[in-house]
């Protein structure tokens, strides 16, 4: 089994061999022996080489996001098939909200802070929303060209709602 | 003297179960009141009764006093613990009390009104002798005004504040005049809804303070004595989120000098009970009284692992009228404690509230490790409350071991559901300069979060990746459905795959 | 003198995730081992290294002398930590450590092996001036040689124990001549089976005695320690099950005189790091010694909390060849502290292991609390070890709040899957006989279960049992599927009742 | 909705009104309101005039056993067809195990102290076994006459193997 692991725009192949449940991986030049179990819901125990890693899972494949010792680390991780697809048609599974700037909360929107096509970088305040009797900035996520806001000052948005789409 | 039988907990979250645990230590029956949405909470659940008070807005159940006093007098109750937040700090709530017949288990309705104005307090306190940081305590309506007083005290930086404030809200620094007008509109904007009441004053910025506080305890008898320091510097948006006891750089010389102030602040507004007199403490350690805080803290179990106290039992006692069991030359410190808070709250997103169900928790254990929290494996973190979902706390012979501990046991707590404080705490109490002790109270924003170290692309990661994806294909043991629903696993023929392989190659 | 950077801990459950969490306030490294049912078990997912050593027998796995030093090599540890129970108290394996270059933490493989024969141990103290228990040191084959021992030391009652004993295993009394040769064959067909070595001596009877033990620590400089006392009288078959520091009963000066009789005794057998030398106490107070436990105690948590200090890495710290931080006029007891062992037993028939899946857990917490557990909420409880779950522990200013937050605690604690010894510490914790300090070794066997509260039938208890059977039917709320399984919810149709009641009448 | 709750030999019947969610319950002359709810798999939350119970469910309906406070209860409590039911036919639901002694645990037996046709009463020794190195006596969970004994000394049995009958 091969799956493969993106590097910035690259993906790098990984290769895995289970020898009776105990996988042989090998990731560059480096060959790792693992011992992966699920311990409960989202927990995993992971031996390699002996190393213990207690992993918890947020978001499964394929852009997987885990934890070991309160670390996230967040990985594209394909398939042969799905590898094949996205040199094929580009991305095609895009990352959830990934341009999509959406309400961590329901709240009330304050003020915008941004225009349709203004360029904005990560970690620029977009909009100001109240919620939990605090002023909460929401910020870009991603660089990127603001192409779409949703909403305006005053309005009460739900959880997950969506606020403004960058490109 | 009234022996206290029987405890409404006029709050919910953690410190209404901390409390209901001191009760029932104390064999006092415990009266738990909730919101439509905390019918399972744990207060809810540990508490020996419970009633039903409103709907989920605070305004229309924790905050509503007529229902509390009322459920109160029915269950038989003869006491009643405001905890923190709510109706802690509210003259009006603790009158309704007294006058209902109840002990209010804190200090008297007056005293909280003259401390819970900052702008009468700091009147009270320079009377008494007490350092308050230069400033004016009257109200500030326009800029012209304020642009007077500012010149008074010998000009900018200046620090805005609400004047029935707390918790950060309606605070704004004030750097230069141009940024004047824009920074009053905004914090008494900011304080109207926090608390109902624009009241802005001015007080001169103290650069680079540390946040010290004292703990006090009164009884009726006017015996008063000062429990040592918490070192609160550690803030993000002007909310603690880690405390300790004592602080790393406070000398003895200096701790007793507070101690006594605070003991003589509380004196001069006629306290009674635990409370919290808060001093800015300069580079030079010059100290200045910044507002007393008639309750418990949030903070408050630093001090009583440290000093082997337990204040919410003794709060009992003194509103009972009994005398102080403690003398002031008998408190003895022993090693060092830190608490974290951990906050339903994304630390990546500038600390956005992160609401959802809890759906899997472990909270750390072992020595010296206390955890006081108000959620359970089942809880829903929702946007009507304050978003503190735990206060940890550890114990070490030294400051050293105590943040030992705390590394260990935040890297033991494991929360699903939402996002928490807790790579954010874990990376300050790693941080050199935390641990060597040099912070103040812009330490928060000097450093989160460029002090996270880089994650190294490291191939054993990248293994246990290729491991997870493997066993979620393969064994496809998704017990609770939670997978499946996320991502099929993929089944690609092979005819399929040759297919695709044959489109690339004509491309 | 070597510094340790990595330890394998050559142990499982409770006391291996508690030497672990030492490890990692320390910043050393830890290597776990794990038998073929334990590769989920807690301490495998907190280590940071595991290896599986072999199959779920310990004589296969944990006992597996030659496999664990081979792990420690293999790892690059520098030390083995044995915790208690399993090798910890093996001569042989002290040695082997050594011989493979590693650290061995706990005292060498000649002071374990003399205090390991409770026959030569016994000897030795006698010569070191340790008061002992009349009684014989030569080994016990026949019942004639027994008889005439017994008279040389004044007659019955006599206890017959096993000399490689521990645990109770092997432990009779013996009261009359008649009872003299089944004990003798029971003792010994026990202790073969426990220890593979079927030795029998024989004491003298203390009657009604406390076991009250001394903590000691030693370095390798000959600087030796007491660390107060621990009262371990509650027992059930022998074994410990509350343990508190320090004893209700001791007066300053005989605890003073078990001290020095303690470092005394660890002085005569050359001792090096943690160890307890445990006493009987008689109604007069006069102290016995019974045998010293060269590692480790189960019950050693309550000695860190009320002293303020870490016992692991204490002896980590003295196995490394550091001299003793602790002087003796420097320790500092504080308050009270009680540990409960919570076994996976049931204690309403008569302890009988109870094996299982763990299927919701939910700790104690809050103040003073503190849980050391080696289960998980998805722990199975097994045949092949010690059925100990976790040890609660608490701590107050005085024994009266020590032990009013333990029945908190008790209360607190949720476990469903297995029956464990919960009730039976809480109806212990809450007899006056305990509350007041009146009690010996006798205390269980004279009050359980018969000291059990009668339940009342309450008409709100009836009210809540309709309430869940009314839930059941109507509510269907099972999410597991759990009660589905296990009862269908009856539907009975109008006319299958009307047909019954006409059976009825007929009848 | 009747329910029928055993005392000794008697049922007393039990009186649930629903009125949106709260729970009228009558049990003789003593009338309770209840707010009874889920809390997770078997805990459950329930308010009876306003004391919180908090009750962990051990084993379901009819014969039930739960815990308040690590008290333990156990009640029969029948619905109206079960009750009748029993009345014509008899105890045709068994208590589980009630006369049956099974074992606690896999272990080795070392000893049967009692013979068939005995007189036991209950909490005396029947036999001796032996698990997790430790010598366990296995007692009479009822006074009852030793019906017939399944095992032998020296035969090795699993977890809740019959080892004795009573009745």
Known sequence: ?167 | MKRIRKVLIANRGEIAVRIIRSCKELDVSTVAVFSEVDRLSPHVLMADEAYPIGPAPSSRSYLNMEKIIAVALESGADAVHPGYGFLAENPTFARKVSEAGLIFIGPSAETIRMMGSKTESRKIMQEAGVPVVPGTTRAIKRVAEAQAIIESIGGYPVMLKAAAGGGGKGMRIVRKAEELPRALEAGRSEALKAFGDDTIYIEKLVESPKHIEIQILADHEGHIVHLWERDCSIQRRHQKVIEECPSAILPPEVRARMGATAVQAARACGYVNAGTVEFLVDENLNFYFLEMNTRLQVEHPVTEMVLGIDLVKLQIQVAEGSPLPLRQEAIQARGHAIECRIYAEDPFHNFAPSTGRIQYLKHPEGPGVRLDSGIASHSEITMYYDPLMAKLITWGSNRREAIARMIRALKEYQVHGVRTTIPFCLAVLQHPDFQEGRFNTGFVDACWPDCLPEVSGDEAVDAVAAALRYLQEQQKVYQDGHFVSRERPPQPSAWKIRGLKEMMRER
């Not at chain 1, 213990?52 to 309160?70: G, R, T, Y």
């Not at chain 1, 999509?100 to 009330?108: I, Q, W």
């Not at chain 1, 100001?128 to 192409?147: C, F, T, Y």
């Open chain 1, 1 to 167: 089994m091969v799956y493969y692991i993106r590097k910035g725009e690259a993906f790098f192949p990984v290769e895995v061999e289970d020898r009776n449940g105990i996988l042989w991986i090998r990731v560059g030049e480096t060959l790792f022996q693992l011992d992966p179990r699920r311990v409960a819901n989202e927990q995993y125990s992971v031996l390699v080489n002996g190393k213990s890693f207690f992993v918890e899972l947020v978001h499964p494949a394929p852009e997987m996001v885990f934890k070991i010792d309160q670390q996230e680390y967040a990985l594209t991780v394909l398939n042969e098939r799905q590898k094949i697809e996205r040199e094929i048609f580009g991305r095609t599974e895009r990352v959830h909200g990934h341009g999509e700037v959406r309400a961590p909360m329901p709240g009330l929107i304050l003020r915008v802070e941004v225009q349709v096509g203004e360029e904005v970088t990560i970690g620029q305040p977009l909009l100001i929303m109240e919620a939990m009797k605090m002023e909460n900035e929401i910020r870009a996520p991603i660089d990127g060209v603001v192409k779409e806001i949703v909403v305006e000052p005053h309005q009460a948005v739900e959880k997950e709602d969506l606020l403004i789409r960058l490109e």
